[in-house]
């Protein structure tokens, strides 16, 4: 455990940007797996509706495009590893779409 006062702050510091990162992370992965089922269930309205805004249940969630976006605005992922993501998961969208 830190002894300096300036050491007791940073540990602070560091634990609450880690709650934080991983809620937001834990969103992520909530809404991409919940995709992905979509994906693989070949419902392509609920997969565009959880790409998209809000659905997934009872509760009012973003949608997956939103939550990532909200990632590289909290500085938790790189803006090109978002666009890659997002440019993956319409990807999967339009293969199914065509299939």
Do not use: C, W
């Amino acid at each position: 455990m830190p002894i300096i006062a300036s050491a007791k702050k940073q540990l602070r510091q560091s634990l609450k940007k880690n709650a934080r990162n991983t809620y937001y992370k834990r969103l992520y992965t909530e809404s991409r797996v919940a995709f992905e089922k979509a994906i693989k269930a070949g419902n392509l309205d609920e997969a565009k509706g959880i790409y998209k805004n809000k659905t997934e249940g009872t509760g009012n969630k973003s949608g997956l495009q939103s939550i990532i976006d909200k990632l590289v605005k909290k500085n938790i992922i790189h803006a090109n590893n978002a666009s890659r993501k997002k440019s993956k998961f319409v990807r999967m969208m339009k293969t199914l779409e065509q299939a």
